[in-house]
């Protein structure tokens, strides 16, 4: 056996002992109440990959966007945000993409980000759209120990969707921040120079590495000043992304390491 696969396999096997799926439970447990708590939404969690759109969600971000046309008739810019709970629980901390038009969803992954902006495509496609910031972009399928090989396809075609539903747009994407998983960190340098490459690829696009700006000394493993629980971002980590975000918007360079 290849010696990546075996690792992997044997990888497999410790997260499914009981005390790691103990604290995996534990994680998910405090990351739904800080959600409840920030938005005051109920979010949907009965399992993963399986598509999360429920028609209650659908009818909320819809009710937005009407919101979002009224209010900004001149529509000068506008910025989208699609993605997991990274950028859904940013919420309203963020200056760089309006609450309204963040369609981040707690547990998605790529395949989930595509079908939310297909779903939502007949009410977005008479704005403007100027920028739309994607991720984080193999997170949760990471966590979730999917296939390595299957997450970077599914990777590739959630980019590649969303460049064919918004031509014009700037892509600003960024991968999954510094965790303590093994599985993670086992491919998360090939991941993130494969999302560099599609950035690289494209003519509008811009990658955020977040790893580089939220990891302790190690290089590795999260920072707790921007870490709230070994995932998702504080505070203080959500007003880094946000100006790392627009930052991008208007820099000519293809990689963001900071927020300066």
């Not at 939310?116 to 496609?125: F, Q, R």
Request: glycine share 6%; hydrophobic share 35%.
């Amino acid at each position: 056996m290849d010696p990546l696969q075996e690792l992997e396999t044997v990888l497999r096997q410790v997260v499914e002992r009981p005390a790691i799926q103990k604290a995996h439970r534990r994680t998910q447990k405090e990351s739904l109440i800080k959600w409840i708590l920030e938005t005051g939404r109920i979010p949907y969690t009965h399992g993963f990959p399986e598509y999360r759109f429920q028609e209650i969600t659908l009818l909320e971000f819809v009710a937005n966007l009407e919101n979002y046309k009224i209010e900004n008739p001149q529509k000068s810019e506008v910025a989208l945000a699609f993605g997991d709970s990274i950028i859904a629980f940013a919420g309203k901390q963020l200056t760089s993409v309006d609450p309204r038009l963040n369609f981040g969803q707690p547990g998605s992954g790529s395949p989930n980000f595509t079908r939310t902006a297909e779903s939502l495509y007949p009410y977005l496609k008479n704005l403007d759209v100027n920028y739309i910031v994607l991720g984080c972009f193999g997170g949760n399928p990471l966590l979730s120990y999917q296939d390595y090989n299957s997450v970077k396809q599914e990777t590739e075609t959630a980019f590649r969707s969303f460049r064919t539903l918004f031509p014009n747009a700037r892509l600003i994407v960024y991968g999954p921040p510094p965790v303590y998983d093994p599985y993670v960190n086992l491919f998360i340098e090939d991941y993130e120079k494969f999302l560099y490459s599609l950035v690289l690829g494209d003519t509008n696009s811009v990658y955020l590495h977040l790893r580089s700006k939220f990891s302790n000394h190690s290089g590795v493993y999260p920072d707790k000043k921007y870490s709230s629980d070994g995932v998702h971002l504080t505070k203080d980590g959500i007003q880094i992304l946000d100006r790392m975000i627009q930052r991008a918007k208007t820099t000519s360079l293809k990689l963001i390491l900071d927020e300066k």
